[in-house]
Each structure stands twice: as structure tokens, then as C-alpha cells.
């Protein structure tokens, strides 16, 4: 019987049958409920928080019967939607819904608890025990805080004796690390005190032979010292001598450009103290100079080695000055060679040469063969008149003698173009060129040149391939003078391409400078003669038999011209190969 007050008496009504068998009425019991309720929802041994909780559902709401604190009289509560309070979990709609479960949850006052949920099938109500979770957890709590202060004392104590073992163990060790530290030169003397019998004491056994044996290398490495120290001594000294008996001027400098080193010759040619120059910067107190021009900054040609990592040379026909003290200019050979470490720069070498005698020499030299070369031209001049005048008439001439004319024709022209050439390298020596510079059109020389390479090619049998820009160019330059240039490259690839093999020209452009390139694969050069291939008058040793009318003036030319134009030559050649000659020239 289940009224608004909840659950309040149960009935149960039976039939009566006699001993035939035949229904003779009904026997009905009630008892109330209540006196069970106390004894079911009595749960004291819980805790104080502990309850039992009954509930049922009527008409869709969820109806708490009974709990542990309802007054005797008191209605029953309405929990709300049963659907909905299962959706939020509460354990007593769940169990009405027939779920089991234990775990966390909130109860129908919303309070924290612990609580246990089961269904009655019999009766299709739910069964929810439930207590506080602080009541649940003060017996853990109690137990974590009795383990914290057993913890702590645990700590303090191993700490205490850890202190102590420490000490018994680590003494002597300290002991014995303060004897190694006194060990060194006069002091090899090692006090024995550890007498335990265990691994200290055999410790301090091989820290004792190890300072004896210590004492034994130290005496002789002294000794080793000494000897090697006597023997660099004389060694730097033989080297000393050595520096100092060359006539060459040699500096030494750091990879920052700071000298280092000075011999007597440098300070001598360049008339200061070498106490001044040890220390300074290479540009401040060692200027060079091309004409009347200085080389500034990254130009310079022992900062120019330092930063390429490269060997710089000027030979005799470069003209290159070096300032003395008084301000006078001394022509000098240089050679600059950086100081490499598996390719990291750690400073570099120059070595300078006074060669004034030998361009004072190169002067009266020049000098002779422009006075010669003027002299010469005017018979010469007369010779070839005359020769005209008499291929001209109309004498009765025999094949014979018009043959030996022609030929005293070609001889008289090629005289007359070798004093051209001679005086034409003499002004440029003498510094009497000048490159003129205008604005030209870069595209439009190119194409002239590539026509000449053509023609020369196609008279030799070559084939020729050309690769130049195909749009206008403008550049400021002087165009005779790059046009010898290139022209003698062209001259020498077609001369020396017997074998009618391809010659090459190519041209590229940047922002900084333009590059022609003359590649032939003809005879080249052999290795012995590529240093001198630039030297006046010099011609490599294969071509001499094959041509006999070269001057061996063309390259030496081609470079006095492109240095004036502020540009350089360079050239790959291999003996039966072929050669690759590059000019490459600023843009102004």
C-alpha cells in the first residue's frame, strides 16, 4: 500500500480451502510497514552520512518512498521527470530505471556522495546506499597523514645516516684528492695515510706510483724540452739568417692584414724601421701603387690574397710602384701567396723585388727600338716605293723575277707591319696610349669581330661557332683597343688550328663586367712555357717550326691593353688540346 505519505503497510490475502478441497472464504493479513523500514534503512555501521534511499516511479515522476531521515507523517518527495533525472545521472533514477552501478555521483540534494544503486525486480523500485565522500575518505585521509609523518622521519633519518656513512667513505677520498692536488713540479712527494684494507687504500696505492711515474715522465719531458728548445732556437736562427741574406723584400702579415714579420731586405728597399712596420696594418704603411694611381682597400694585393685565397703576381711589365719613405716610387716584382690551413686563410707572404734597373733597361730598350723603328721606315718606305714602281713598268720581266719581286713585296710588307707592331708596344710600355673611352654599342663591335673570326676561319678551313648577346648593349669602352685584343686571340686560334679543328667565341654580360672568350683546339701551349706566355718576343717552343713569321708581340700586347683598360687575360691550355683564352674588362 503506497499512498502520498510513501510506504505504509503491506496486505496479503489468501484463500481458504477444507480438507475436501472446496473453497470455504478468504483470510486477509495487514501489517504496517514502518517498524520494517526502520530495520531496512538502519545502517549505522555506514557512518553517520550513511543512508538508504527507496524510490518508485508514479505517473513519469520519480518518487522518493522512503529515506533514513524522513519524518514519521511526512509525504513523500517528487524528485521531478524520471527520464530527465536519469539523463543527469541521478543513482536513484538510474536504479528505478534497472541499471547497477558504484561510483561518484550527486544525490537528491545535490550533495557530494559515494553511492550504490541497484533495481528490485519483485517490486520494480530502486535501492540507492550512498555516504559523503568526506566521511568516505577521512579514514584515507587519516591513514595518508600517519604515512606523510612515518615518510618525513624516514627521510630525516636516512638523511642523518646517510651523513654519516658519507663522511666514514668520502674522508678519505677528500684526503687523498687534497695530496693529488699538491702534486706538481718540486712537490712529487705523496703521504700515505689510509690503512682501512679496502678499495681507499688500494686507490691511494696507485695514486702513489702514479705520482712517482709522474715525477719520472716530468723530469724527462724536461728534459726533451730543453733539446727541442735549443734546437728551434737554432733553427729560427739558421731561418733568421737565411731571410735576412735574401735580397727580396718579404712580409709576413696575420689574416686580418696586421704584419708580423719583416726581414732587413723590405725595410731597406722600402727606407723604414722594421720596429715601425711589425704590428701595423699592411695598407697603412705599404702602399702600391700603378702609375700614379694607388691601390685602395680590397685592391690592395695582399688584401686582394687574403680574400681570393689565391696567389697574386705582378711581374716587370705590370709597372707596379711601391712607396718609399720620402714618397718616391720604387718599381718592384711582386708576389703575394696566402697562408693556407685545409682551406682556411691564416695570413700571407709577399715578396718584392727592386726592378728599377731592369724597367730603366726595358726604357733604353724601348727607346732604342722606337728610334730604330722610326729609322727603318723611311728606307723601308723607299724600298716598297721603289719595288711598286718597278713591279709597275712594263719591262720584260721573266717569271723568275717576277716571283722574287712578289716575294720582296711580302717580305717588305711584313717588315713594315713588325716595326708597326714594335712601335705600337713601345707607346703602350711608355705609357703614350691612352684608352679612349666612349659609350658604344657592345653588340655591334661583337658582331664586326665574330664577321673577322668567320672570314679567318673559313680562309683556314675552321669551322667557327659564335655565341654573343642578341639584344643592344651599351657599354663605355675603348673599341679600338678591345678590338686588338680579341683580334689577336682570333689570330692565333686560326693560325694554330692546322688540323682545320672548330674555333669558338662566346660573350657574357653582367652588372659588373663583360667576358669574351676564345676557345680553339688547336696545338695549345705547352706547361713549360705558360708562365712566360705573356713575355715579349717569347713564342711557345711548338709553334716556332710550324710558323716562322710570328713576333711572339701579340699577347704581350693584348695584356699591356687590357691592364690600361682596368681588365685582366687569363687562358687554359693543354699541348694537343687546344687553348681557351678569356678577357674580362670592367664596366665603367
Excluded at 399 to 418: F, P, T, Y
Excluded at 430 to 449: A, Y
Amino acid at each position: 500500500m503506497i499512498d502520498e505519505y510513501g510506504w505504509q503497510e503491506h496486505e496479503i490475502f489468501s484463500p481458504v480451502y477444507n480438507h475436501e478441497g472446496s473453497h470455504i472464504g478468504i483470510v486477509g493479513v495487514r501489517y504496517d510497514s514502518r517498524p520494517l523500514l526502520d530495520t531496512l534503512l538502519s545502517i549505522a555501521s555506514v557512518g553517520e552520512t550513511g543512508e538508504i534511499l527507496l524510490g518508485a516511479e508514479k505517473e513519469g515522476e520519480l518518487v522518493l518512498l522512503h529515506h533514513r531521515f524522513q519524518p514519521a507523517g511526512s509525504k513523500t518527495l517528487k524528485l521531478g521527470n524520471l527520464e530527465e533525472q536519469a539523463e543527469y545521472g541521478l543513482p536513484l533514477a538510474l536504479s528505478v530505471k534497472g541499471k547497477e552501478n558504484l561510483g561518484k555521483a550527486a544525490d537528491y540534494t545535490g550533495e557530494r556522495v559515494y553511492a550504490a544503486y541497484r533495481t528490485l525486480p519483485s517490486l520494480g523500485w530502486g535501492l540507492v546506499v550512498k555516504i559523503t565522500r568526506e566521511e568516505a575518505l577521512e579514514g584515507t585521509m587519516r591513514l595518508a597523514f600517519f604515512l606523510t609523518i612515518i615518510g618525513i622521519f624516514i627521510i630525516i633519518s636516512s638523511g642523518i645516516i646517510a651523513h654519516i656513512l658519507a663522511g666514514r667513505l668520502t674522508n678519505p677520498i677528500v684526503r687523498l684528492s687534497k695530496e693529488m692536488g699538491k702534486l706538481g713540479p718540486g712537490h712529487w712527494h705523496f703521504n700515505r695515510s689510509a690503512r682501512t684494507g679496502d678499495e681507499v687504500e688500494l686507490l691511494e696505492t696507485v695514486a702513489s706510483d702514479m705520482a712517482t711515474r709522474l715525477q719520472d715522465t716530468y723530469e724527462r719531458m724536461e728534459e726533451i724540452i730543453v733539446d727541442r728548445t735549443q734546437e728551434l732556437k737554432k733553427q729560427y736562427e739558421t731561418d733568421r739568417a737565411i731571410l735576412e741574406s735574401i735580397q727580396h723584400g718579404i712580409i709576413t702579415v696575420g689574416k686580418t692584414g696586421v704584419i708580423i714579420s719583416v726581414n732587413t731586405a723590405a725595410a731597406k728597399l722600402l727606407e723604414k724601421d722594421i720596429v715601425f712596420l711589425i704590428g701595423e696594418k699592411i695598407d697603412d704603411v705599404v702602399k702600391f701603387y700603378k702609375g700614379n694611381e694607388q691601390y685602395r682597400g680590397d685592391d690592395n694585393p695582399i688584401r686582394k690574397s687574403l680574400n681570393s685565397k689565391s696567389i697574386i703576381r705582378f711581374d716587370s711589365i705590370a709597372h707596379l710602384n711601391i712607396e718609399k719613405e720620402d714618397g718616391e716610387h720604387l718599381p718592384v716584382r711582386l708576389s703575394v701567396a696566402p697562408l693556407l690551413d685545409n682551406g682556411d686563410v691564416h695570413g700571407a707572404v709577399a715578396v718584392f723585388q727592386d726592378v728599377a734597373e731592369e724597367r730603366r733597361v726595358d726604357y733604353m730598350k724601348s727607346e732604342f727600338i722606337t728610334l730604330a723603328s722610326h729609322q727603318l721606315r723611311t728606307p723601308l718606305s723607299t724600298f716598297q716605293w721603289y719595288l711598286e714602281l718597278l713591279e709597275g713598268t712594263k719591262s720584260n720581266f721573266s717569271e723568275e723575277q717576277k716571283e722574287s719581286i712578289k716575294e720582296m713585296r711580302k717580305s717588305g710588307k711584313r717588315m713594315a707591319n713588325l716595326i708597326d707592331t714594335l712601335l705600337h708596344a713601345a707607346q703602350l710600355e711608355g705609357g703614350s696610349i691612352e684608352p679612349k673611352i666612349k659609350k658604344i654599342d657592345f653588340t655591334e663591335l661583337l658582331e664586326d669581330i665574330a664577321g673577322e673570326l668567320q672570314s679567318f676561319a673559313k680562309d683556314a678551313g675552321c669551322p667557327c661557332k659564335i655565341d654573343i648577346p642578341d639584344r643592344k648593349i651599351e657599354l663605355q669602352t675603348d673599341p679600338i683597343l678591345l678590338h686588338v685584343i680579341v683580334q689577336n686571340f682570333i689570330s692565333n686560334a686560326v693560325k694554330y688550328s692546322p688540323n682545320k679543328t672548330p674555333i669558338s667565341m662566346q660573350a657574357k654580360v653582367s652588372d659588373a663586367e663583360i667576358e669574351i672568350t676564345i676557345k680553339d683546339l688547336g696545338l695549345g701551349i705547352p706547361e713549360a712555357d705558360q708562365p712566360r706566355i705573356f713575355e715579349r718576343l717569347f713564342r711557345a717552343s711548338n709553334v716556332k717550326e710550324m710558323d716562322t713569321t710570328g713576333n711572339g708581340l701579340g699577347l704581350f700586347i693584348s695584356k699591356l691593353i687590357a691592364e690600361d683598360m682596368g681588365g685582366e687575360i687569363s687562358f687554359k691550355s693543354k699541348e694537343g688540346k687546344g687553348s681557351e683564352f678569356v678577357l674580362r674588362l670592367p664596366i665603367n
